[in-house]
């Protein structure tokens, strides 16, 4: 989420991207808080803010930030950072919040910034839960025109009847990388040789939900190249295609059961291999009858493979994003999903 609005993952954001972020004056939305710094750390008008989140779609609080101006008859954030001396430490704040936040926040993320020696500011990234409603210090709280507010009665009973779904969760797992040097078919009449790599991988889907099953579970994988097949303990025939689909033998995927889980061999020659810089992209997209479909994807760099370590070539991974989170962090909005999905000439 802060890579959509300050430009940087959080754990990548410093000084320097702050101080130039606010250099434009900012407005804070349902999905930015702005706090800055005068006197003593306000601690729980903080953690409120973030429980507002948990209950909407989440959202980003930069703590130090300056202090509000008018500029052009409009009140914006602008100018000097406002940090602090005193320099908290990720463990205990998020102990503290967790302490009085319940059901207990699970998707929080607290980062200081030292922007000058001795001298913090603070960014908080807070993910939309699927735990809500949250109450922090026996309150709920929720976010209205930019503000956090006390929630009233009628938004605390919507936010129970909301639906809930069971949380799945997949993982992959790289069990072999085989390396052949063999003829290579140019379908000229000539078979020169060329390194030939098949790797065996497995994604494996949980059911992370105490209280809830799924059924149907259902499986997509895709390969940027190559192709890729279920993976056989007999003769292993290669069909040339680039994406699979899978469904779970399970009936019923139970809370702490074993794992629906599908093994695959994805195959493709050093030629391919090597337009790509040595990269290869696999995306897994997986649900069930009663939750909403998450991916996961990786990046693969085969020039790091290490026989003792076959993870070490996976560089890039981004896990169990719901389609919703995807379109929300890449600032994608209906209006613009249904514009590409369907052109130009799409009308709402």
């Not at 790289?174 to 991988?201: A, C």
């Not at 997509?220 to 190559?226: I, V, W």
């Not at 981004?318 to 995807?326: I, S, V």
Request: hydrophobic share 35%; with cysteine.
């Amino acid at each position: 989420m802060t890579e959509n609005i300050l430009g940087r993952k959080i754990e990548d954001i410093d000084a320097a991207d702050l101080v130039e972020y606010f250099t434009t004056g900012r407005k804070e939305s349902d999905l930015l808080e702005f706090k800055s710094i005068v006197g003593p750390l306000d601690k729980q008008k903080v953690m409120r803010t973030i429980c507002a989140f948990l209950n909407s779609s989440g959202g980003v609080i930069v703590w130090g930030a300056p202090v509000e101006v008018t500029e052009n008859k409009e009140k914006v954030v602008k100018g000097a950072l406002t940090p602090t001396t005193e320099h908290l430490k990720k463990d205990s704040f998020i102990t503290s919040l967790s302490d009085k936040t319940v059901p207990v926040p699970a998707n929080v993320r607290f980062q200081p910034v030292e922007v000058e020696p001795g001298k913090f500011v603070y960014v908080i990234e807070v993910l939309a839960s699927n735990t809500k409603p949250h109450q922090y210090d026996h309150r709920y709280w929720m976010r209205l025109d930019g503000q956090t507010r006390e929630a009233p009665h009628h938004y605390i009973e919507a936010l129970f009847r909301q639906v809930k779904y069971p949380n799945l969760e997949g993982y992959l797992r790289i069990h072999d990388i085989q390396i052949e040097y063999k003829p290579f078919n140019d379908f000229r009449g000539r078979e020169p040789l060329d390194t030939y790599y098949q790797l065996k991988v497995e994604f494996m889907i949980f059911n992370l939900s105490p209280f809830q099953n799924e059924e149907g579970v259902s499986l997509f994988a895709f390969s940027n190249l190559g192709n890729i097949n279920e993976y056989r303990n007999d003769f292993q025939e290669i069909v040339r295609q680039r994406e699979v689909n899978f469904t779970a033998s399970k009936d019923v995927l139970h809370y702490g059961a074993a794992s629906v889980s599908k093994v695959l061999i994805v195959a493709f020659w050093g030629k391919e291999i090597s337009a790509t810089n040595n990269i290869i992209k696999l995306v897994f997209a997986f649900g069930g009858k009663f939750s909403p479909q998450k991916v996961s994807s990786y990046t693969l760099d085969l020039s790091k493979y290490d026989e003792d370590d076959f993870f070490k070539i996976v560089v890039e991974k981004t896990q169990n994003k719901t389609n919703f989170d995807l379109r929300t962090e890449a600032g994608i909005t209906n209006e613009e999903y249904l514009r590409r999905a369907i052109g130009p000439d799409y009308i709402k």
